[in-house]
């Protein structure tokens, strides 16, 4: 019998060409790694040449003391040297010497050491001892100067070279002083020059050259800008050169170029600044190796908020120089210039604070800008209101509304709550109330639910459940992707915020009433009543009761109390159990007391007193009150421009769909006892039930169309739907949105007034269906006998008549 077979299996063709590939990979590897190591051994090699080299150079022997002899000593030295025999030296003795002096060794040997002469390696400490030992100035020679060249290397060792070179200090001393000099002589000269010859020039000549100068630097300003915004990260230097053009000197051109350089430098940064925050690096990241790329990155930042921030102190200072009417040492501006030099910078300011609110230093800004809110000088003043108006708008994060509000309150305290009320004004464009409804209907909403395992196993085969694994595994990826953190961050900062700006109400409304800043705290307390702790309901219904029969405050003050007393009751204030009677009356009462002429605002206020007062509390209201308040308004329509008499129409048709019984009042029988009494103010107690809508018969006659459209669809009822029915288009719209649409404020009527039509006519016409026949054959036969003749008939004539 042969061989036992062999059990294991013959490696298949593919496995052999795998594994041939494996092999080849391995001898490229070594084949690299021998490489590598060759080289770092040449690096080694050339390492040690070096430091030898470097050694020999430390160690070359330097004279301690440099002097020269007298005469008389090397004359005695010369001397000396010739009595000496020259056959004392053997040539054994000779050769000896000669090898030693090849020896690098023993003539640059450190004496102080005492390691031997041909030692081993050294280590890298005694080679910092090395440096440590060259001392730290150099004793050399006055007139020469000795330079190191590449030492020589031979089969002994390493052989040092140097050369000596004259030195001639002096004279370029001396030269380089009268370099420096000329330069200097040349500048007086020309400045000597130049202020001679602008005295000399004639105001046109002035006036050219003036302009030549600042067609060169916006030249000049424009080249640097287009350098930096092409590449900023290389040419971040440059923005340090445009910025000390804010201090131009030339008292003809200064103010025009350093606003100039103002705008321009802050077009920069709106357009090289990054869309995030540069936070400073810690000092381990500082000392870490990083790529070159981060590198020059974190050099341009830093670059960047360096000059950002000299630019905002430059721009700051200017406003403070005009503030403090303080006069620079340099004559360059003028006192007159320093309100123009400051409106630009507050508009760079503005400008920034709106374009920059991710970036650093947002929070200086804004505590600059908010004391200006309350400048005298109007248009600074309006200026920073509109920017920070806008910053609450574009807000979405609720940071830099809450980083305003709380500067806002220090201002109102410091000062003693003597502010414009444009300050408190501003903070009615905040957008808090928006994104609280936005919770409040995602709070309501049902959440979606997912199945647990055992529901799984139950209702889904095998492959379902896997799919729905998948399914849920992403609907959660995409819950976290919403950012449900940011929100409750947004919530708790808007809440923090609104905290901050009640206290500004309630300090006024507790310490001073009677300050102009009533009247906007009143409007931003009925702008964010539906957002008051219900901790503060009671409190504050007193104070606006007092406010109101106290009788000191204007007929819009009163409408803004009441306004935020029905806001809270309609809102969360629903569970508490008051009857504001007296501000129903009080509301009643102002009715008839409104401006009937163009600045009509109030109404606005009163169409949505109504809303809350009527339609949002049907339940609590009775139905003599509402018919009052019906009768009332009617009568208010008929003496108010259109667009008013639309919104109180269009609230009428409202009141009438909440209480359908009010439809006493569109028939003329009376409905109980007693008579109409339209002077009472208790809308309770003036028998408006006897009385009729006759006011609707006269506002059919209006010379607007859709106060006619109104007035007939509320004499028939106000009905839904058929033949008196409104269109969809005034009937969808509320009673504000109404009053908005066909406002007069721009002199112009919505819809468009249609012009009268034209009577005149080309011919005259004889009429004859107006003429007896009789007189018509005469006019004819004498109108045919002058068009037969081609005469014209003269009217003036008398006429005989004939007798017969």
């Known amino acids: 019998m042969g061989p036992p077979r062999s059990k294991k299996r013959r490696p298949t063709f593919r496995r052999l060409l795998k594994t041939s590939g494996v092999k080849l990979e391995n001898k490229l590897k070594n084949r690299q790694l021998k490489q590598q190591n060759v080289a770092k051994k040449q690096r080694k090699e050339q390492k040690k040449l070096r430091q030898a080299v470097k050694d020999a150079a430390i160690r070359t022997p330097r004279p301690l003391e440099t002097y020269r002899k007298r005469p008389e000593e090397e004359e005695d030295e010369e001397e000396f040297l010739e009595t000496l025999p020259t056959d004392m030296m053997e040539d054994d003795d000779l050769q000896q010497m000669t090898a030693m002096a090849r020896q690098a060794s023993f003539i640059t040997r450190d004496l102080s050491s005492c390691g031997p002469v041909h030692g081993g390696k050294k280590r890298s400490s005694e080679v910092v001892r090395g440096y440590e030992k060259v001392p730290r100035k150099m004793a050399r020679m006055e007139e020469k100067e000795v330079i190191h060249l590449l030492p020589i290397k031979d089969k002994t060792g390493v052989i040092p070279q140097s050369v000596e070179r004259v030195v001639k200090k002096q004279e370029e001393e001396e030269e380089e002083d009268a370099a420096a000099e000329e330069p200097e002589e040349e500048e007086e000269e020309e400045n000597g020059e130049g202020l001679e010859s602008v005295a000399d020039l004639t105001a046109e000549q002035r006036e050219q050259l003036r302009v030549q100068k600042i067609t060169q630097k916006k030249l000049l300003i424009a080249g640097l800008g287009s350098a930096i915004i092409s590449d900023p990260v290389s040419n971040m230097k440059r923005v340090k050169e445009l910025r000390g053009m804010l201090m131009e000197s030339d008292p003809s051109v200064a103010v025009t170029v350093r606003k100039l350089v103002m705008v321009s430098l802050m077009e920069i940064f709106k357009d090289i600044t990054p869309t995030y925050r540069i936070r400073p690096l810690t000092p381990a990241e500082k000392a870490a190796k990083v790529k070159k790329e981060t590198q020059q990155l974190r050099e341009f930042e830093e670059g960047l908020v360096s000059q950002y921030k000299f630019y905002l102190e430059d721009l700051e200072q200017t406003v403070r120089d005009w503030k403090q009417k303080k006069k620079k040492r340099s004559?360059?501006?003028?006192?007159?210039?320093?309100?123009?030099?400051?409106?630009?910078?507050?508009?760079?300011?503005?400008?920034?604070?709106?374009?920059?609110?991710?970036?650093?230093?947002?929070?200086?800004?804004?505590?600059?800008?908010?004391?200006?809110?309350?400048d005298p000088a109007k248009k600074v003043s309006d200026m920073c209101c509109d920017a920070f108006r806008k910053l609450f708008q574009q807000d979405k994060q609720g940071g830099a509304s809450l980083a305003t509000v709380r500067v806002v309150s220090g201002l109102v305290k410091s000062l003693n709550y003597n502010v414009r009320p444009e300050v408190?004004?501003?903070?009615?464009?905040?957008?808090?109330?928006?994104?609280?409804?936005?919770?409040?209907?995602?709070?309501?909403?049902?959440?979606?639910?997912?199945?647990?395992?055992?529901?799984?196993?139950?209702?889904?085969?095998?492959?379902?459940?896997?799919?729905?694994?998948?399914?849920?595994?992403?609907?959660?990826?995409?819950?976290?992707?919403?950012?449900?953190?940011?929100?409750?961050?947004?919530?708790?900062?808007?809440?923090?915020?609104?905290?901050?700006?009640?206290?500004?109400?309630?300090?006024?409304?507790?310490?001073?009433?009677?300050?102009?800043?009533?009247?906007?705290?009143?409007?931003?307390?009925?702008?964010?009543?539906?957002?008051?702790?219900?901790?503060?309901?009671?409190?504050?219904?007193?104070?606006?009761?007092?406010?109101?029969?106290?009788?000191?405050?204007?007929?819009?003050?009163?409408?803004?109390?009441?306004?935020?007393?029905?806001?809270?009751?309609?809102?969360?204030?629903?569970?508490?159990?008051?009857?504001?009677?007296?501000?129903?009356?009080?509301?009643?009462?102002?009715?008839?007391?409104?401006?009937?002429?163009?600045?009509?605002?109030?109404?606005?206020?009163?169409?949505?007193?109504?809303?809350?007062?009527?339609?949002?509390?049907?339940?609590?209201?009775?139905?003599?009150?509402?018919?009052?308040?019906?009768?009332?308004?009617?009568?208010?329509?008929?003496?108010?421009?259109?667009?008013?008499?639309?919104?109180?129409?269009?609230?009428?048709?409202?009141?009438?769909?909440?209480?359908?019984?009010?439809?006493?009042?569109?028939?003329?029988?009376?409905?109980?006892?007693?008579?109409?009494?339209?002077?009472?103010?208790?809308?309770?107690?003036?028998?408006?039930?006897?009385?009729?809508?006759?006011?609707?018969?006269?506002?059919?006659?209006?010379?607007?169309?859709?106060?006619?459209?109104?007035?007939?669809?509320?004499?028939?009822?106000?009905?839904?739907?058929?033949?008196?029915?409104?269109?969809?288009?005034?009937?969808?719209?509320?009673?504000?949105?109404?009053?908005?649409?066909?406002?007069?404020?721009?002199?112009?009527?919505?819809?468009?007034v249609a012009p009268p039509s034209t009577k005149k006519k080309d011919r005259f016409s004889g009429g004859a269906t107006l003429l007896d026949p009789e007189l018509q054959r005469q006019v004819q036969s004498v109108l045919t006998a002058a068009a037969a003749e081609d005469t014209q008939l003269d009217f003036t004539a008398t006429h005989t008549p004939t007798q017969h």
Not at 340 to 351: F, K, M, N, S, T
Not at 509 to 525: F, Y
Not at 689 to 707: C, D, G, I, S, Y
């Open 424 to 752: 408190l004004r501003t903070l009615l464009s905040l957008r808090i109330k928006e994104v609280e409804m936005k919770k409040d209907i995602e709070a309501t909403a049902p959440k979606k639910k997912f199945m647990n395992n055992k529901e799984k196993k139950k209702n889904l085969s095998r492959m379902q459940r896997k799919w729905k694994k998948a399914e849920e595994k992403l609907e959660k990826e995409l819950l976290e992707a919403e950012a449900s953190e940011s929100k409750e961050k947004k919530i708790k900062l808007h809440t923090e915020t609104l905290n901050i700006v009640f206290l500004i109400y309630f300090r006024i409304l507790k310490k001073a009433q009677k300050s102009v800043l009533l009247p906007a705290v009143l409007e931003g307390l009925a702008n964010f009543a539906h957002l008051i702790n219900l901790e503060f309901f009671d409190d504050l219904l007193n104070v606006l009761q007092n406010l109101i029969q106290s009788g000191d405050l204007t007929n819009r003050e009163s409408l803004h109390c009441i306004q935020t007393v029905f806001t809270i009751l309609s809102g969360q204030g629903d569970v508490l159990n008051i009857d504001p009677l007296t501000f129903y009356s009080q509301l009643y009462k102002m009715l008839l007391r409104l401006h009937a002429g163009v600045p009509n605002d109030d109404i606005i206020i009163v169409l949505r007193c109504l809303d809350a007062m009527l339609t949002r509390r049907r339940k609590q209201v009775t139905l003599q009150r509402a018919m009052a308040f019906v009768k009332r308004l009617s009568t208010l329509s008929l003496h108010v421009l259109p667009n008013a008499s639309v919104g109180i129409l269009a609230a009428n048709r409202s009141t009438l769909h909440s209480f359908p019984k009010c439809d006493f009042l569109l028939d003329n029988e009376v409905q109980g006892s007693g008579f109409y009494l339209p002077e009472l103010d208790q809308p309770e107690h003036c028998n408006a039930q006897n009385t009729a809508l006759w006011e609707l018969h006269t506002l059919q006659r209006h010379f607007h169309p859709v106060v006619r459209q109104f007035a007939s669809h509320l004499c028939q009822g106000a009905p839904s739907e058929g033949a008196g029915s409104l269109g969809a288009k005034l009937s969808r719209r509320c009673p504000v949105e109404l009053f908005g649409d066909y406002s007069v404020r721009d002199m112009t009527f919505n819809p468009p």
């Open 331 to 374: 004559q360059a501006v003028g006192f007159q210039s320093y309100r123009g030099l400051a409106e630009v910078a507050v508009r760079c300011l503005c400008e920034l604070l709106l374009a920059l609110p991710h970036f650093n230093f947002h929070n200086n800004i804004i505590v600059v800008l908010i004391p200006l809110m309350n």
